[in-house]
């Protein structure tokens, strides 16, 4: 049955850090990478090199502009990007999960990742329909649903050097924006982090109590904010940098700039 | 929500299959022989044309009967269990009716309760899910799709009297929906500000999207094309599925055969309307999911 497991042992999951997060799209790639040759059905792609190419990707990367209000001190804030990847979060109530009508989607009791038993699925797109987030999509060429399955098949996988039994996302992410752990545990380092930048939930009023946290950007932006109070307006961030070393040059040089000096017409 | 055709048909063909089976269960009309045949044909293709029409929805409809197992928690479980199981108790009735000339009337009751639990089942489907928020509203999404199932039902069992007061209920009904409706995706709390978590630093706008082209959410969840002729398909909807039964049954005609034929253009005209509302429940219709595309 696609009943819900009251309590999962461990809650695997990602955290996923907005402020270090470049946009770099690299943890999309290596997700279609890793899961198109691994568990279930390949990742299909429709028209791949012709001019309406779409595929099937378990997780995806938005870029959001967020404009903070103008206020008294500030009137003019400069408006930030923020790059957002997005893929199932393993809720804890996961929609998902009750509305499959044949019971191939279901919630593990042991880590609580979500996963699809594709020889079960028969594609009728509930469950996609169900889940807010967009983490599920039907593959056009299997006819079976996909999603994230936070790399079970590397996690637990002897086979694979330690350092790479984690998600495919996390192990390539150069940001080190992608953490991994259990946040079923407070003492984990993925709870701890949580808890340190006020991880969050996203869209909490769906209820589907989701698993993976985001922690929210710091404020950038202030260099401006402080120049202004300085009455220095617009600061040159590289001036300092770009101040001559020496204004005396030495060696072969130096002796060929003073030689050419003591020329007649040199010294202007 | 993407309007498939599948779905569509399945929705309003077995809303009305069942909703003739639960009038014929309840020995409206009692019919026997050859009446009963015809009438059961009708609303056997009707029911089980719509449900074979679904599964053309499916991905991979080779395992369809897998739908069977997880009554306990999926409405679309129930639902497949429901409608076999009201089709099977209306069946044995049916056999009764047309071959030996006898009603049972407990089974047609609980023939009769089945088919319109069938109706129930199917439009919580659509009414359970928060992600759409024009379709979260209950009861007004199941008290939609059985008004117009009863409504249909009674004009096809031809009773004429039920079917005015049932089509002016299913009428009112449709004009709640849409009116509420409306209003459901912005009191629903979820928006881009929530979808992000960023809503509190300032002013959240989709600045890119994941992939140039498009994807399956896209095509699947964010459907705007044709939103904009929505008002004039409501009117078009409204006047065939409701107003134009109403005054085919309201004219007072005299001959059996002008009578007939205008029951006829009663029911095909309502057939038509109810498909037209049907295919805007879906084109209306937002998933939230659209708010991370900067899209409703
Ligand atoms: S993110 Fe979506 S697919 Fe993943 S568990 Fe939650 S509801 Fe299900
Ligand atoms: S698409 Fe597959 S996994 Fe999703 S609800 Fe349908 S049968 Fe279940
Ligand atoms: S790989 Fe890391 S930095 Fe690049 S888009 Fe993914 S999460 Fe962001």
Redesign the interface.
Known sequence: ???LPTETTRKMGLVID?DTCVGCHAC?ISCKGWNTENYGAPLSDQDAYGA??????LN??????????ACGTDPA?A????H?P?SCLHCEDA?C????????SYKRVEDGIVLVNES???????C???????AR????A????KKCTLCVDRIYNENLPEEDRVPACVRTCPAGARHFGDLGDPTSDVSQLVAERGG????????TKPVNK?L??RPKDTLAAQGMEQGAGDIDLLAPLLAPVTEEAGGFLGWLDRALDKLPGGQS | MHPAPPVIAFTTLSGLGFGLLFFLGLGLPAVTGWVAFIFYAIAYALAVGGLLASTLHLGRPERAWKAFSQWRSSWLSREGCCAVVALLTMGLYAIGAIFLETHWPFLGALGAALSIATVFTTSMIYAQLRTVPRWNMIPLTPALFLTLSLAGGALLAGQESKATGLLVLAGLTLLAYWHQGDRAFDTSGTTIASATGLGTRGQVRAFEPPHTGTNYLLREFVHQLGRKHAARLRVIGFVLAIVLPLLCLALPVGGLALKHALAGLAVLSHIIGVACTRWLFFAEAEHVVGLYYGKR
Request: hydrophobic fraction near 35%; charge should be negative; proline fraction near 11%.
């Open positions: 049955m696609t009943d907005l999309v309406d190419p779409s595929g099937t990707f995806r990367v938005h870029s959001y502009e967020v404009q903070p209000e804030h408006a930030q990007l923020i957002f997005k929609p999960v009750t509305v499959c009508p044949t019971g191939a079960d699925c028969i594609g009728c797109g509930l996609a329909w169900s889940c807010p987030y967009g999509e039907l593959d056009l299997a006819g079976v649903m969050m939930d996203l869209m909490p009023e769906q209820g985001y929210p950007p």
